[in-house]
């Protein structure tokens, strides 16, 4: 598979005092760590008969550090990853960016990740509702943009100690309330948690507001126990500078990038950019006629399949 524009050219990757930080973090100082361990999970893939072999070997990578070089959890997070592809077609297929959903979505919310690490090698992912009008609030896109998103995020050569998530409640109302909350909701909460290695660090809610808050009493209990007690609020974005300081905050909140509506264009442009990726990629998937034959796979409610044992 080729990238017309790699995440390499995007992302600035890691300094030296970064990196170790990040290396502490993902359980990888030793050097000769990443390349056996890499070597022993693709080799177990192959030996795999209902995976698929045309996947982007960077995603083995990024599962394997982000599960902190436990061998049984890639293989596990690797295995649901490739399952929900094809359980959930509603956020992985039809992942053209030009699609008229997705532009939409892109132009109504602004989903993005800063290019820039923070002193301890983390991710900031930022959400905002760039458009106050609750009847462009369309969920579902929204979601797939951001799986789109951090799909591509999975091909990064570079570690990354984990996420920080800073959502913005400007705009949020009564209205986006009750499109937000919908029986789709847990699904995607079980497709982050089972078949991603997103690992959220903290949450900042930045310009919260009563509906905001009436939101997390929902989200709180899908949560992982540590990422709800790592909830942090903020009347106004100010703080935000004394955690995280100038250099990785968009203009619109003190720091010195660009603001994020301009961030959320250049996201735009590369994922445009990589169409071509993204449509390849919706082949790649684990079928019930794959594994119908499997025992040990049970298919449950909610279409979600679950391994017994690995």
């Not at 990238?3 to 290396?23: F, L």
């Not at 896109?141 to 999975?154: G, N, R, S, T, V």
């Not at 126990?225 to 004394?242: A, E, G, P």
Request: proline share 6%; hydrophobic share 35%.
């Amino acid at each position: 598979m080729v990238y017309k524009r790699g995440i390499d050219t995007v992302m600035v990757p890691p300094s030296s005092a970064q990196m170790e930080h990040i290396r502490k973090e993902i359980n990888e100082e030793d050097d000769n760590k990443l390349q056996h361990n890499e070597h022993l999970l693709i080799t177990w893939i192959e030996c795999q008969p209902h995976f698929p072999k045309n996947y982007d070997k960077y995603f083995v990578r990024s599962f394997l550090r982000n599960s902190k070089h436990i061998l049984e959890r890639a293989k596990r997070k690797l295995e649901h990853h490739f399952i929900v592809r094809n359980l959930y077609p509603e956020y992985f297929t039809n992942r053209s960016p030009r699609s008229k959903d997705l532009a939409k979505a892109a132009d109504t919310v602004d989903v993005l990740v800063n290019t820039k690490l923070t002193d301890t090698g983390r991710r900031l992912i930022f959400c905002k509702l760039e458009d106050p009008d609750p009847s462009n609030f369309d969920v579902p896109a929204a979601f797939k943009w951001f799986f789109m998103l951090y799909d591509f995020l999975l091909t990064d050569p570079n570690p990354v100690a984990g996420e920080v998530a800073i959502i913005d409640g400007e705009h949020f109302n009564p209205n986006h309330l009750v499109k937000f909350v919908s029986p789709a909701l847990k699904p995607l909460i079980t497709i982050l948690r089972e078949a991603y290695v997103l690992r959220l660090k903290q949450i900042h809610i930045v310009n919260s507001t009563p509906f905001l808050d009436k939101l997390w009493m929902v989200i709180k209990p899908l949560l992982h126990t540590k990422v709800r007690n790592s909830i942090i609020t903020h009347d106004t974005h100010k703080s935000l500078v004394d955690y995280f300081g100038a250099d990785v905050l968009p203009s619109n909140y003190g720091g010195k990038c660009k603001s994020l509506r301009e961030m959320m264009n250049d996201w735009k442009t590369i994922l445009n950019d990589n169409e071509k990726w993204f449509i390849e990629q919706e082949s790649v998937k684990i079928t019930e006629k794959n594994i119908r034959k499997r025992k040990e796979y049970a298919l449950l409610p909610r279409r979600t399949w679950c391994r017994r044992q690995l």
